[in-house]
């Protein structure tokens, strides 16, 4: 019987098996030999959305813009206000016109003249968008000029930028806005540059034209991004001749490439794999706060809401949630639920924020207290029945739903915890996750539109901050019932705070405001700060030096605000003089940013994957032809023994 | 050539099926995608309300948004990704493809000749050494999850011995002097991802086409062959293998099917940038326009190997074509 099957099928496979047999223990050497020695290579846990500025939603969006590009007023490494694309500003006395005087001679990375024109071009795009009433992109970049209540911005010459506010405000020197190059830009129209569905999005493909220090040249998406040079930066140039960052899905694949020097920094690593980066060679690890935190809300809408609202009035009430602050040991969760990497919560401000941060006075600090819990809950008018079960004032023993997002899947174990002590109390608590988008629309209420239920209990998730902490403090106002507020607190006297502490321009008047308004909060407690996790990173020492925390002792070095942690890095091979810094100082009398690399690397890809297509078939014609060889003379030659099976 | 339309034919309309299911599983979904935007204090309802438009998602479920998303899909338009800004789907997911298929072509391929190699000759030589440490060897590696025969692979070569690469497909902003040079990185990169791609299907395949052999051994017509005095070697290549063969092509073609389903371990341990990477990051994203075209694309990769096994099982066995 003739075997076509065997002869179709099984050789042309084994040949490929064979190929692949022959090409993969040839390509082994190849990686003995390590790339340039002045790359910085970063990971991170966060995948890009992309060069478009605007469309920034996660912290390594902004990482990228701020390395391409420079706010008007930049952060030094105590976070305090230093030069950024303008070297110096005043504020008239009445609080609400600002002239910024914008660095002479300087120019973008393709250089061009950089102006305050520029500047003007950047901050009228957000008017624009402000007065048709449109987000540009995700939202939040504009979102720190409207808050500051910009009103017109004007350059009367290309070294001075007015811009005007419609009220004092606190809110315009920290705005998080990279100035972009008009020239650049404004072929693109604001939906082209706002919508990211629009024909013609403007995507800002590389190479990106910036002011930075670094600016894009490759972007492979869902991979990385790099950076090179700008050779015409104006402030002081890092060691790193090109800065690389790519992302990472698996936490332990990251850390393995940190080990193994295959990147030289790792943002956002796990408890359990940061403990083990501790005492390896050329590795050091930095626990940093946090600028956010996670909490547990209490559903405090207080009007009835039919076939919606929470399971009983209880939890609107500052008195019921004070008591069930004394049932929550906070302590315990960061140690059980951050493996310690943490710090207990108090405040709706991070201790992050060092300048604005208040934590409570020891006489009002609530601790683990059962027994005190108890007595409150008890004063509070919420007693226990015969059964031991915690009635509320409508005399229905109290049942607590609660939930988390499934995406902050650690709060299940905060869920385990805090039922067992609110259990203790006599509350029975019903835990569950819930997938974020339901849990989303459970929490909506009638105000919003469409209206929706607010139909939840107590639910746990997490704020995450700016550089200034207003955005912190907002969700907690009045008006944010039906936007971002999550607990329906409303006090009039928190919302005139928050109105003016955005308004005032002395920094200790606008602290002192900050401080009533913390202690507001932690008296009403419309949500329990459990904890502010910390931000785990880890860099290597072996290839460059002068890692400085920003802010010192309690941030982290990279992916803080502004691209310093770059600009302060030294090569560790200092004492031999970089060769490749020369000849990208060199570089600079061109027009672009050393674009070369990046086509000698696809032109290089788009060759090699043809190339590997001929080799490939080559390979396995030849292979083929041997094989049918050998076979003739197989069968030829040999006789098979008879097989001892059966 | 009736046979070959009507599979054909029936894999148009099972597709034509999935991407009906498609857009209610994911419109069935609670929630709602702009919803995200009202937990930032910045985004005024004006603009989450605009944004409702764009998508679409203001207009009711059925006919409305059933027919757009039938038009579109039919133009091979699946919408924008949600976090990989201003980029369509297909564009998103055209660019995880190659790697994917690199990837697992590469795998299959040396799990086929391995694994089948490899059963059929612990079948032949059933109760030998290679039979029982092969077979035991491809039990362990059949019940190993990927992404812990990934991790172990990874710990020992790349974190230890140091010989090959822990992730991606090229060294990381190395810039290559010749194709040649970019080639033997990629090589290096592709060994160990590939190695727990091929070892997981070995062990499969290998078990398969061992009882496979077994069974066909004990047929009647091999004792007759055998009888007639046919070479032993001959009789295995020649009578015992192209029946034996028949479940295995049958399981290899299901298995290409899945190839997308199988990444998402490996990819993930080796930050291989395919489509198994893409998956989990379009759903820690909740990326749903994404993760719909991976549906899609995994469905319809599924439908088109069921018919490629037919058809090739037709082929091998003329019974199955009446």
Known sequence: MRSPVQRRTLRPLAAAGLVAALLLPAALPATAQTADDHILRVGTDQEFSGLNPWQAVYVVDYEVFTLNYDLLVGYDQNLGFTEGFATSWTTTPDGKTTTFKIRPGMKWSDGQPATAEDARYTYQLVLDAIDKEVTLGSGYIDGYLSSAGLAAVSAPDPETLVVETKTPTSLLLPAYVPILPKHIWEGHSLDQIANPEADGFFKNDPPVVGTGPYTAVEFDPGKFIRFARNPNYWGKQGGADEVIIQHFESNDTMVQALRNGEIDYARGIGADAFDSLAGQPNIVTVEGFANGYSYLTFNGYTKPIKGGGASTKAVADPAFRDALGWAVDLPVLVDKVLAGHGTPGTSLIPPFHSNWYVPPAPNVQRSFDLTKADQKLVAAGYKLDSSGKRLDKEGKPITLAMTWPASESELATAAQFISEWWGQLGITVEAGVTEDDTLLADLTPPEYDPPGLAKFDVYMWGWVGDVDPTSLLQPFTTDEIGGSSDTFYSNPRFDELFVKQGQTTDPAERKAMLQEMQELFYRDLPNIPLYYDSELHAYRTDRFTGWQSQPPGTGTPLFGFGPIGYTQLTLASAAAPSASATASEGASSSATPAPAPVDDASSAAGLSSALLAAILALVAVAVVGLFIVRRRRDSGTTTPKPTEDE | ?322
């Open chain 2, 1 to 322: 050539m009736r046979f070959l339309a009507r599979r054909v034919a029936q894999a148009l309309l099972t597709i034509g099926f999935i991407v009906i299911v498609n857009f209610v599983l994911f419109r069935a979904m609670p929630g709602s995608p702009e919803r995200i935007l009202a937990r930032n204090p910045n985004v005024s309802p004006a603009a989450i309300q605009q944004t409702r438009e764009r998508w679409g998602i203001d207009k009711p479920l059925i006919p409305e948004q059933l027919v757009a998303y039938l038009v579109a899909t039919a133009q091979g338009d699946l919408g924008f990704s949600f976090s990989s800004r201003g980029r369509p789907v297909t564009e998103v997911i055209a660019g995880r493809l190659g790697p994917t298929l690199l990837l697992f072509g590469l795998g299959e391929v040396i799990a086929i000749v391995v694994g089948l190699g490899l059963g059929a000759y612990t079948g032949w030589r059933r109760g030998g050494p290679v039979d029982l440490v092969g077979n035991g060897v491809s039990l362990v590696l059949y019940s190993m999850p990927y992404f812990l025969l990934g991790m172990i692979l990874l710990l020992v070569f790349a974190s230890t011995l140091h010989w090959l690469p822990t992730f991606g497909m090229t060294t990381l902003g190395r810039t290559y002097d010749s194709a040649l040079a970019y080639l033997g990185d990629l090589a290096a990169h592709l060994v160990l991802p590939v190695a727990t791609v091929a070892l997981g299907l070995i062990g499969q395949y290998s078990i398969l086409m061992r009882s496979s052999i077994i069974e066909t051994l004990n047929d009647e017509y091999i004792t007759t062959a055998r009888a007639k005095g046919i070479p032993s070697g001959r009789i295995l290549r020649a009578h015992a293998l192209p029946n034996a063969l028949l479940p295995a092509v049958s399981l290899i073609a299901i298995n290409l099917g899945y190839v997308v389903a199988g990444a998402i371990t490996v990819e993930v341990v080796f930050n291989w940038p395919g489509l198994g990477t893409l998956t989990i990051e379009a759903l820690s994203a909740r990326d749903y326009p994404v993760l719909q075209g991976v549906f899609l694309a995994l469905s319809i990769s599924v439908v088109l190997a069921n018919l490629f096994a037919d058809l090739i099982y037709g082929r091998l066995d003329p019974r199955v074509r009446s």
